[in-house]
């Protein structure tokens, strides 16, 4: 194991870094919402299509993203 | 409280809402604080690091922080986030900063809030603050600056 890994999952047990991995992750996962529904829609989806994709209703996608 | 700031601190205030938003943070914090006030170059002076430089390390404090849960997102595609109509309210610490910039102004002996007080008062937070770990990372001399500061106000 590196030492730069090992070090890593020491601080793992630290909780600022565990409590920041999980605002990071919740931020990446609605940048990454946001990238793939602009995909979608340039690809033709319906906000239907991508609300269901999503897990969530139309109307709420489109609030979100719809301009 | 917003009354007793100076253009500049205000500005500063006004530039962390904005880095909150451009990095999809939902809250004002402490970090967002210095990256407003970095907006300001008599701030960038004292702290001998600009506002680049203060991205990136916040930016390295998530990476590694998603490396310790196995996450690389490395190359990920993503967008900005759509603007949000809600205005982001600020974190506790980020409340507690401008009691402490206000000390801060009062001890120099100005009437108003300047950018300075703000970065005093920052430098003053400890971890887990994020600042702390954001000033950690840019190896910060915490007491260096301060004296700088407290040099140059006088």
Redo the contacts between chains.
């Keep these: 194991m590196e030492t730069r890994e090992l070090s890593e999952r020491l601080r793992s047990h630290d909780p600022a870094v565990g409590l920041r991995a999980v605002g990071a992750l919740r931020r990446l996962a609605e940048q990454v919402e946001a990238a793939a529904v602009e995909r979608a829609r340039e690809q033709g989806w319906s906000w239907e299509q991508i609300g269901d994709a999503l897990g969530v209703s139309r109307q709420s996608v489109h609030a979100k993203y719809g301009k | 409280m917003f009354e007793q700031f100076a253009a500049g601190a205000r500005a500063a205030v006004a530039s962390a809402v904005d880095e909150a938003a451009l990095?999809?943070?939902r809250r004002i914090g402490t970090e967002h604080l210095l990256l407003g006030v970095l907006h300001e170059p008599g701030a960038v002076r004292a702290l001998g690091a600009g506002l680049d430089s203060a991205r990136a390390a916040l930016d390295d404090?998530?990476r590694?922080?998603?490396?310790?849960?196995g996450?690389d997102?490395q190359g990920?595609?993503?967008?900005?986030?759509?603007v949000s109509r809600k205005r982001a309210p600020f974190t506790s610490g980020a409340r507690a900063v401008l009691p402490r910039a206000l000390v801060e102004t009062r001890r120099a002996g100005s009437r108003r809030i300047a950018p300075e007080h703000l970065l005093l008062a920052l430098l003053d937070c400890e971890?887990?603050d994020?600042v702390a770990?954001v000033m950690t990372r840019l190896g910060t001399d915490r007491a260096a600056v301060r004296a700088h500061l407290r040099r140059t106000e006088s």
């Design positions: 990095r999809g943070d404090l998530d590694t922080a998603l490396a310790a849960v996450v997102a990920v595609e993503r967008a900005p986030l759509p971890r887990p994020p770990e």
